[in-house]
C-alpha cells in the first residue's frame, strides 16, 4: 500500500491533520463550540467556490475564508442561544450562497466541473500531490504547536472565564487565537473528510477522550491519538476496498464512538449493581 505515492501522500497529510483536529477539536467539545465548527464548514464551502469563481487557488481560498469566518464568529461576542441563533442564521445564508457559487462554477465550466464542489463537501485526500500534502502537513503541525503554545491559558479560560478574566488571562485574545486556530483546522480537514464530514475529525474523537478520562491533558493526547488512528484506518481500507475514504473515517470514528459510549454505560451499570448490593 506504502508503494504508491498518491497513499504515502495522503497518509503523512491525513496523520498531520488528524493531529490537529483531534487536539483542536477537544477544546471545541470543552466549550461547547460544535455548531461554530459546523458554520466553518459551510463557510469552507462557499469560501472556496467563491474564491474558485474569481480565479483564486482553492486551497487559499479555503484558509483565508474559514479564517476571517472565525474571526467574524469572535467578533459577534455573547454567549449561548443568541449567540448561536446568529450563527445560524448567518451561515444557512452563506450556505445557501455556496449552492449558488457551485451551480454557476458548473455552467460557466463544463458539467464535470461539479466535481470540485464534491471534493470540497466529501474530502478528496487520494488525490493531494506531494506539494499539497506537504503544505498540508505543515499546516497541520503548525496549528497542532499553536493549541499546545495557548493550551493552558485556553483551558483556564473554558473551564472558568470569570476567574481567569480576574487573574489577568487575557481571555478575548486567546478566544480569538482559539477560533482562529479552528478555522485553520477546518479548512485542512476539508482535504481529508470535505466541509459536511468534518465532525468526524473535531468531534467524535475528543467526545470518546473525555468521556474515557477527567485529565485534561491526557484527554488531549487520546482525542489527537484516536483522531490518527481513525484516518489513517480509514484510508488502508479504502485502499483495498473501492469506498471513498472519508466514508471509512466517518464509519471507524462513529463505530468506536458507539462501543465507547455502550462500554461507558455497561461498567456504570455494573458500579451502580456493586454500590446497591453493598
Same mark, same amino acid.
Not at 488528524?18 to 459546523?38: I, M, P
Given at each position: 500500500?506504502?508503494? @504508491?505515492?498518491?497513499? $504515502? #501522500?495522503?497518509? &503523512?497529510?491525513?496523520?498531520? !491533520?488528524?493531529?490537529?483536529?483531534?487536539?483542536?477539536?477537544?477544546?471545541?467539545?470543552?466549550?461547547?463550540?460544535?455548531?461554530?465548527?459546523?458554520? +466553518?464548514?459551510?463557510?469552507?464551502?462557499?469560501?472556496?467556490?467563491? %474564491?474558485?469563481?474569481?480565479?483564486?487557488?482553492?486551497? +487559499?481560498?479555503?484558509? &483565508?475564508?474559514?479564517?476571517?469566518?472565525?474571526?467574524? =464568529?469572535?467578533?459577534?461576542?455573547?454567549?449561548? $442561544? %443568541?449567540?448561536?441563533?446568529? =450563527?445560524?442564521?448567518?451561515?444557512?445564508?452563506?450556505?445557501?450562497?455556496?449552492?449558488?457559487?457551485?451551480?454557476?462554477?458548473?455552467?460557466?465550466?463544463?458539467?464535470?466541473?461539479? #466535481?470540485?464542489? =464534491?471534493?470540497?463537501?466529501?474530502?478528496?485526500?487520494? &488525490?493531494?500531490?506531494?506539494? *499539497? /500534502? @506537504? =503544505?498540508?502537513?505543515?499546516?497541520?503541525?503548525?496549528?497542532?504547536?499553536?493549541?499546545?503554545? !495557548?493550551?493552558?491559558?485556553?483551558?483556564? /479560560?473554558?473551564?472558568? *472565564?470569570?476567574?481567569?478574566?480576574?487573574?489577568?488571562? *487575557?481571555?478575548?485574545?486567546?478566544?480569538?487565537?482559539?477560533?482562529?486556530?479552528?478555522?485553520?483546522?477546518?479548512?485542512?480537514?476539508?482535504?481529508?473528510?470535505?466541509?459536511?464530514?468534518?465532525?468526524?475529525?473535531?468531534?467524535? *474523537? /475528543?467526545?470518546?477522550?473525555?468521556?474515557?478520562?477527567?485529565?485534561?491533558?491526557?484527554?488531549?493526547?487520546?482525542?489527537?491519538?484516536?483522531?490518527?488512528?481513525?484516518?489513517?484506518?480509514?484510508?488502508?481500507?479504502?485502499?483495498?476496498?473501492?469506498?471513498?475514504? &472519508?466514508?471509512? !473515517? !466517518?464509519?471507524?470514528?462513529?463505530?468506536?464512538?458507539?462501543?465507547?459510549?455502550?462500554?461507558? $454505560?455497561?461498567?456504570?451499570?455494573?458500579?451502580?449493581?456493586?454500590?446497591?448490593? $453493598?
Amino acid at each position: 500500500m506504502l508503494a @504508491a505515492d498518491f497513499m $504515502r #501522500n495522503a497518509f &503523512s497529510a491525513g496523520g498531520c !491533520i488528524a493531529l490537529a483536529a483531534g487536539l483542536v477539536g477537544y477544546f471545541v467539545v470543552l466549550r461547547n463550540q460544535v455548531f461554530t465548527s459546523d458554520a +466553518l464548514g459551510h463557510v469552507a464551502f462557499t469560501g472556496g467556490l467563491g %474564491g474558485v469563481l474569481l480565479g483564486a487557488p482553492l486551497l +487559499l481560498a479555503v484558509f &483565508s475564508s474559514t479564517v476571517g469566518g472565525a474571526l467574524a =464568529i469572535g467578533s459577534l461576542g455573547g454567549r449561548g $442561544r %443568541g449567540r448561536d441563533v446568529a =450563527i445560524g442564521t448567518v451561515f444557512a445564508w452563506v450556505l445557501g450562497l455556496g449552492v449558488l457559487f457551485l451551480s454557476l462554477y458548473t455552467t460557466s465550466r463544463s458539467a464535470g466541473a461539479g #466535481n470540485l464542489g =464534491i471534493s470540497v463537501l466529501f474530502g478528496s485526500i487520494l &488525490s493531494l500531490q506531494a506539494q *499539497p /500534502a @506537504a =503544505i498540508a502537513s505543515i499546516a497541520g503541525i503548525a496549528t497542532s504547536l499553536g493549541l499546545l503554545a !495557548i493550551s493552558r491559558p485556553l483551558l483556564f /479560560a473554558s473551564v472558568d *472565564p470569570d476567574v481567569a478574566t480576574a487573574r489577568a488571562v *487575557p481571555v478575548r485574545l486567546v478566544t480569538l487565537a482559539f477560533l482562529v486556530l479552528v478555522g485553520l483546522t477546518v479548512a485542512e480537514s476539508v482535504q481529508a473528510v470535505g466541509a459536511l464530514l468534518i465532525f468526524g475529525l473535531l468531534v467524535t *474523537p /475528543a467526545a470518546i477522550a473525555q468521556n474515557a478520562t477527567v485529565n485534561p491533558f491526557a484527554g488531549m493526547a487520546l482525542s489527537a491519538l484516536l483522531a490518527v488512528i481513525f484516518v489513517w484506518v480509514g484510508l488502508g481500507l479504502s485502499f483495498y476496498i473501492s469506498y471513498p475514504p &472519508s466514508f471509512f !473515517i !466517518i464509519a471507524v470514528s462513529f463505530a468506536t464512538y458507539v462501543a465507547a459510549t455502550l462500554a461507558t $454505560r455497561v461498567r456504570a451499570g455494573s458500579l451502580g449493581s456493586t454500590v446497591e448490593g $453493598r
